[in-house]
């Protein structure tokens, strides 16, 4: 859950409330037995306590150096050396709400970085899928590939997927090709953000995959560091 102040569920243009236009859509197009399937997996996750074992406010950050899909590398402590870091993990292209939430924050890329900030997305899928994802939602924000989920791994927020809904990951959306890892695991999309000592400052995580940081309040987790 958010560490930091909520969303405004009533705003029209907010994060928040496409992800529920979103959640409601979907409540209209499947059948309410494959909906309560994939809601119970989302309670199976949580039951896992993942939420609570997870990098907190207060804990350092982890260190890594990832590649693009310009295959350059990047090492987070030189990004975070520099000024704040937001790092923010997306599921894959294959997710609605992940890329609702990446064009969303796409739009206040202007204001994190005028905030001193950098944003940095961390994705377990391939890089000609996130660039592929990148493309399609007009993304110019630095995608790196976090390879197996090794630093989502160590940020405590890797889970295995439940039986119940693992067919759909493994054979609808090819989960296996996109990240090319047999693992039958996700990283929850999770935000952070990351002071110039290395220090969490904000956490968002939520075991509910239809969940996110509201790019307002990490906007405004940035301007706090200022």
Partial sequence: M???ASADESSTSS???QLKETADNSS?????EVLQTFQRGVEQVRATGIEESAKKVGDDAIDATLKGWDQNEVTLSDVWSEGPV???WYRGGWC?????QLRAMQKQLSAIEGAGAKLVVLTPEVPEKAKETAEANDLEMLVLHDRKSEVAR???IVFDLPESILPVYRDKFQLAKRNDNDAMELPLAATYVIDTNGKITYAFVDADYKKRAEPADV????KKLQ
């Fill in 2 to 4: 958010s560490q930091f």
């Fill in 15 to 17: 994060l928040s409330a």
């Fill in 28 to 32: 209209k197009r499947y059948p309410a």
């Fill in 86 to 88: 937001i790092l923010m």
């Fill in 96 to 100: 609605p709400y992940c890329n609702l």
């Fill in 154 to 156: 160590k940020y405590g």
């Fill in 219 to 222: 906007v405004a987790a940035v």
